[in-house]
């Protein structure tokens, strides 16, 4: 069986459908992309055939490229990947180029057979590019979404979208779509242009036939293939194109900080393409996109983003047990993050209890779901029926004995183990024998916490990152007797909410809040040695992080970062580092001042009435003044990265992770980890762990024993060994 097959009606029109085989959703390979070039020879050829329409069999046209295949590529071309890349991807333009001509003459613009295109769902990436080949689009009311979404994961549409669909509405139109990413549902495609006709899933078909009946020469010649065609919002030689094209310019490296290489080189094609034919704007797309492609940042996006993020929302690390859909799950405490859990679960068709310490406090806690969805359905996200659905799932109680029947509980009280103690026996007193007991909590070890437990295998870590219902990443924390059903139940809940899990082993802080505190701390420890807190910031800004970390201090509030220190000191005793003395001394201060951060309207940063940051707080430079000597920039980043970067290769040596693969997708969906580095591991493989050994004994003798070589760099330094050479899937599975 192939993945795209033809067949003919009596009208004379050729359907090619595409039907990827053993595959959900449609993705395009080598042998697909061959088929689909065989078949409009086929159709082309066949006198009886007046017009074709392209569609699919399943209920989505398109997920896009299958981007392993362009891994087999670089690898299987030996010295001269690039120009495999780009071969490749030129192929890959000749097909669409024909699908696009249809047979026209290239004198005339007549004879040509019109193709339409059939949409019955969701299409993104080469689906899309394809159907900007077609002559007329048509996509079917419901719940598909379409765009292109390459950016996202560090590429550029590279099959012919940037330049097909620049040159339809122009560049100024097409940037937020190219440079976004974000897929949109029919009625808003129509609107920018990437369809032409939105009709009932029921009709699709037949107006598309009907179309290509109907259709002249003059529907099928694209605009840039007519005598006297000029680019939308003027040419970049043009005045008007001219001050686009600088505008376009600014805001990209506004955006990206120049560490995202993939918007740039789309510009740049978008910018060269505009003043040459169509042909040659093809070949200079293909140019960008390999150029991308071969970039490192390209490969670690790709890897972390999409591979690796895939792999693990399968599954990759799940136990061999049976299946653990959860049909009713157990919130214990209606507070900000037990209210999200319920919103998710609820979002998902989980049914949902709603325990809190009394009905008042649990029903403010449901109240948070109908605020939700009343805001969704304004915006037009969701409709009342679903918005009634999600509050229906939920049944908010002050009575325990309103969890019989859960067969998970999720345990979201104050992080206090002697509170969470106190829930725990009550809990287990009424649920069943074999229900999974989930506690969340960023901090506090499970395996102390499990001590509470009769049924210690059956208790796990949840850990949500707020807010819940937007931020993408669970983190699952085994204790020490956790079983493998637990481990289980929590992926297959994490992958019905539709997040992304990473499952770590117990220990101090896990993984994610072990690898930001030292962010966030580097961050202050700079502002006591005089460091400009603009530099600061800005510094972590060019890295890609979405927040420098006295802004992120100041969102997660001061008093939980003292109140962190202080548990740690506790705990570690004589063990706690001398060299947080410093921050501590800052962070402290800063709350007996009542600074406590944005939701004080007063931390780092100062803030007006209404919550609005006004700039660094005047008294800071009060208490530690700026030096009249800064710091290199490359030097302050570098302190910012590995200090996050070290204790992520400390959690692996220490057995904490057992995957690089959850290291990195945990590093950026987590807290921001400079998304175009890949994930810490990725990074130090990008800049090689020799280096990276080098440059951590620099920090270690100017700033500090915590920048201390781990015994694993070093190792992998010596050897010139990669992490993922050692320790990627590829490698794991080979030992």
């Not at 007046?50 to 392993?68: E, P």
């Amino acid at each position: 069986m192939t993945d795209f097959t033809l067949t003919r009606d009596e009208d004379g029109v050729a359907v090619i459908s595409w039907d990827a085989e053993g595959r959900s959703m449609n993705v395009m390979t080598r042998e697909a992309f061959e088929t689909l070039d065989s078949l409009m020879d086929e159709a082309l050829a066949d006198d009886t055939v007046k017009g074709i329409v392209i569609t699919s069999a399943k209920k989505d046209f398109a997920g896009g490229m299958d981007l392993n295949v362009l891994a087999r590529i670089r690898a299987e071309a030996g010295d001269e990947p690039a120009q495999a890349l780009f071969d490749f991807t030129m192929q890959g333009h000749r097909v669409l180029r024909k699908i696009e001509r249809a047979g026209l003459d290239p004198k005339t613009n007549k004879g040509g057979k019109p193709v339409a295109c059939a949409i019955p769902g969701t299409s993104a990436g080469i689906g899309m590019e394809i159907a900007l080949a077609c002559h007329r689009r048509f996509m079917a009311d419901g719940k598909g979404k379409i765009g292109l979404p390459e950016i996202l994961v560090g590429l550029f549409p590279g099959s012919g979208g940037t330049t097909r669909y620049s040159r339809m509405v122009g560049a100024m139109q097409a940037a937020p779509v190219l440079l976004e990413g974000k897929m949109q549902a029919p009625k808003a495609a129509k609107s920018a242009q990437l369809i032409d006709e939105v009709v009932a899933p029921d009709e699709l078909l037949a107006k598309a036939k009907a179309w290509v009946l109907e259709a002249k020469d003059a529907d099928i010649v694209k605009p840039w293939d007519q005598k006297g065609w000029k680019m939308p919002g003027g040419a970049p030689y043009h005045p008007a194109g001219f001050m686009t094209f600088v505008g376009a310019s600014a805001m990209i490296n506004h955006q990206t900080q120049g560490v995202y290489p993939a918007a740039k080189a789309l510009l740049s094609a978008i910018y060269e393409g505009a003043q040459v034919d169509f042909d040659t704007a093809i070949r200079i797309e293909a140019r960008w996109f390999t150029s991308v492609l071969m970039n490192p940042t390209s490969s670690a996006m790709i890897r972390s983003l999409f591979l690796n993020k895939q792999a693990l929302e399968k599954g990759a690390n799940r136990p061999d047990a049976p299946d653990q859909t959860v049909k009713k799950v157990g919130v214990l405490g209606a507070g900000m993050m037990g209210a999200g859990i319920a919103l998710v679960s609820a979002q998902a068709g989980i049914e949902v209890v709603l325990l809190d310490q009394n009905k008042e406090a649990a029903e403010k806690g449901k109240a948070y779901t109908a605020d939700y969805t009343a805001k969704g359905i304004k915006r037009g996200k969701t409709t009342q029926e679903k918005a009634d659905a999600m509050l229906a799932a939920i049944t908010p109680t002050d009575d325990v004995n309103d969890l019989a029947g859960c067969d998970l509980i999720i345990e979201a009280v104050f992080e206090d183990p002697k509170v969470k103690a106190e829930i725990t026996g009550r809990v287990e007193a009424v649920i069943g024998e074999d229900t999974i007991f989930a506690t969340n909590t960023s901090t506090l070890p499970i395996t102390d916490l499990a001590k509470a437990s009769s049924r210690p295998g059956q208790y796990i870590g949840i850990h949500f990152f707020s807010p819940v219902e937007r931020m993408a990443l669970v983190e699952i924390i085994k204790g020490k007797e956790t079983g493998d059903r637990a481990v289980a139940k929590a992926l297959d809940y994490v992958r019905q909410i539709r997040k992304t899990p990473i499952v770590v082993n117990d220990a101090r802080f896990f993984y994610a809040n072990r690898c930001i505190i030292p962010y966030l701390n580097e961050g202050a420890r700079m502002v006591t040695e005089g460091v400009s807190p603009a530099l600061i910031e800005n510094a972590a800004k060019l890295l890609g992080f979405p927040l420098g970390p006295l802004q992120l201090i100041d969102e997660t509030s001061i008093d939980l970062g003292v109140k962190i220190a202080k548990a740690t000191k506790a705990a570690m005793g004589d063990a706690y580092p001398a060299e947080a003395a410093p921050v501590d001394e800052l962070m402290f201060r800063m709350a007996d001042e009542g600074r406590l951060g944005r939701k004080a309207k007063a931390g780092f940063y100062a803030y007006d009435e209404a919550g609005k940051r006004q700039g660094f707080w005047d008294g800071l430079s009060d208490w530690h003044a700026v030096a009249d000597d800064q710091p290199d920039l490359l030097d302050v980043q570098h302190r910012l990265m590995f200090a996050q970067v070290l204790e992520a290769v400390k959690a692996l040596e220490e057995g904490v992770l057992t995957d690089i693969r959850e290291g990195d997708v945990g590093a950026i969906l987590g807290w921001g980890f400079a998304p175009w580095s890949g994930g810490p591991f990725s990074w130090l493989d990008m800049i090689g762990t020799p280096y990276a050994a080098a440059r951590v004994d620099e920090l270690a003798e100017s700033f500090g024993p915590r920048f201390s070589c781990p015994a694993l760099l070093r190792e992998m330094a010596e050897k010139g060994q990669t992490f993922y050479g050692r320790f990627g899937p590829e490698a794991q599975a080979a030992a």
